[in-house]
């Protein structure tokens, strides 16, 4: 409750009375750490991504390993055998030379002495390679579960947001053709919304309309209390020439995106700790300023939605 006060106060005070020095020099800090997390967000999934690529290489190299002990096994199964084979052919002899040579006799019990003692090292080599491949099977099998797991995690946080895209589409389907879009990609949801639909020109105040749509996004947005969503205020690129209260465009996409925040947090099934508001002036436009048209799609509103990634972390360090 105190810190929606604050941050009603710290509103109150930005609307109505000039941006100071302190306040605009905070937002630039804010939006760099904000650029920074975001950047981080990312190299942890390429991270993520390569982990999980080096998971599946090294489940290969431990299926050779365990094929090649297989090899191994059966062919010290092979050598015994042939050494049992033998043994049984020297029985054989012992007992003919048994009836004829007492110093055949000793010869044959020697050399029937020496191959007992191979069979005895041989099994003995057989019992420890099928005690390494056991461990190997029971480590792979283990491995393979963590990857399997890490699999269908990874599946189940694609397929939530596409559910939430899904549900986002629907819920702003009246907003069709006034200059929202909504698509998924990177195991993220981007919902990008034109100025036109929320703004007059220079001004950060949202209408009618626009509320509308950032109150049946915010509906959608109180169902799925585990997704971050950050509020990116965009321009394009002619300066801000109005008087007053804003500094420039930079200023203007900060108070455009902060007021799209102050809106979601009236939804008291929102929590305040998920919510992010950045300005990004005119240096990320999505099209040319150089044609009206483009101009229109780089003044815009985008809200990113992430998918929390506390799992998928765990089981990597795991693996």
Known sequence: ?????????????????????????????????????????????????????????????????????????????????????????????????????????????QRNRELLAQLEAKEQALAAENARLEALRKDMESRSQRIAELENIISAKDAAMNRLKNAISEALTNFEGKGLTV??????????????????SGSWAVGKTGKEAINQLGTVLAQNPDIAVLIEGHTDNVPYTGSGQLSGNWDLSTKRATAIVEILMQNPSINPENLTAAGRGEFAPLASNATADGKAKNRRIEIILTPKLDEISKLLNEI
């Not at 698509?183 to 007059?200: H, I, P, T």
């Open 1 to 109: 409750m105190i810190k929606n006060l604050i941050l009603l106060s710290l509103s109150v005070l930005m609307f109505s009375s000039c941006v100071s020095k302190k306040i605009y020099t905070d937002l630039e800090n804010r939006y760099a750490a904000l650029k920074k997390e975001n950047r981080e967000l990312s190299d942890e999934k390429a991270t993520l991504s390569r982990s999980l690529a080096n998971a599946h290489n090294e489940l290969a190299t431990l299926q050779r390993n365990y094929d090649n002990l297989l090899a191994t096994r059966d062919r010290l199964q092979d050598e015994l055998n042939t050494t049992r084979s033998s043994l049984d052919n020297l029985q054989a002899s012992y007992e003919a030379l048994e009836k004829n040579s007492s110093s055949a006799l000793e010869q044959n019990a």
């Open 183 to 200: 698509e998924q990609r990177d195991g993220k949801v981007y919902v990008s919304m034109e100025n036109k639909l929320l703004f007059e």
